[in-house]
């Protein structure tokens, strides 16, 4: 199975702060990755495929880059809404395998 | 704007059969794939398949033997059939709709707990 290893696990910022966070893969997984945002109760929401592609609706502060081995989700302005727990997902290889995630609090 | 909601039993003994239904509203259920995703307390999300509106399915192999997932175009539902449930199979139980572009998730549900306890 392909490895997805996030960093940091937990992450502290401040409304209007500019974040990035980081999922690698244990092997090439091109741009096979999505980003999802979970809260507590909530519906999960999707934000990102093929690594940098935004899902419709999604605000444009959020972005993602990379290929390969490396991936990474930027929020430009930390809004409240963005405090929540964050996973990456490869589906390179099925089943698709997630990240253990990177829980954003706020500071 | 596709949206999705899980419905079954919150509590199985072990050995049991743990059956899930998602109901898809704002679209239909044609022509799109359909997942199945899990997260056990404190722990990662787990894939565990999806099927297709024409009923072909596609499963995790770590739980492909336990595992069987259908589809009623005529109520726009789908389901999951998990047999021979154990506590490791307590979790928060998500349907989701599978990307249009690859075997990620685009919509989900809210989730629903089922947890397996003696």
């Known amino acids: 199975d392909i490895q997805m290893t996030q960093s940091p696990s937990t992450l502290s910022a401040s409304v209007g702060d500019r974040v990035t966070l980081t999922c690698r893969a244990s092997q090439t997984i091109s741009t096979w990755l999505a980003w999802y945002q979970l809260k507590p109760g909530k519906a999960p929401k999707s934000l990102i495929y093929h690594a940098f592609r935004l899902q419709s609706g999604v605000p444009s502060r959020f972005s993602g880059s990379g290929s390969g081995t490396e991936f990474t989700l930027t929020i430009s302005s930390l809004q409240p809404d963005d405090f929540a727990t964050y996973y990456c997902h490869q589906y390179h290889t099925y089943p698709g395998t997630f990240g253990q995630g990177t829980k954003l609090e706020i500071k | 704007q596709v949206e999705l909601q899980e419905s079954g039993p919150g509590l199985l003994k072990p050995s049991e059969t743990l059956s899930l239904t998602c109901s898809v509203s704002g679209g239909s259920i044609s022509p799109y794939y359909w997942s199945w995703i899990r997260q056990p307390p404190g722990k990662g999300l787990e894939w565990i398949g999806y099927?297709?509106?024409?009923?072909?399915?596609n499963y995790s192999p770590s739980l492909k033997s336990r595992v069987t997932m259908s589809v009623d175009t005529s109520k726009n539902q789908f389901s999951l059939r998990l047999t021979s449930v154990t506590a490791a199979d307590t979790a928060v139980y998500y349907c989701a709709k599978r990307g249009d572009y690859g075997d990620y998730a685009d919509h989900w549900g809210q989730g629903a707990l089922v947890t397996v306890s003696s």
């Open positions: 099927v297709y509106h024409s009923g072909s399915t």
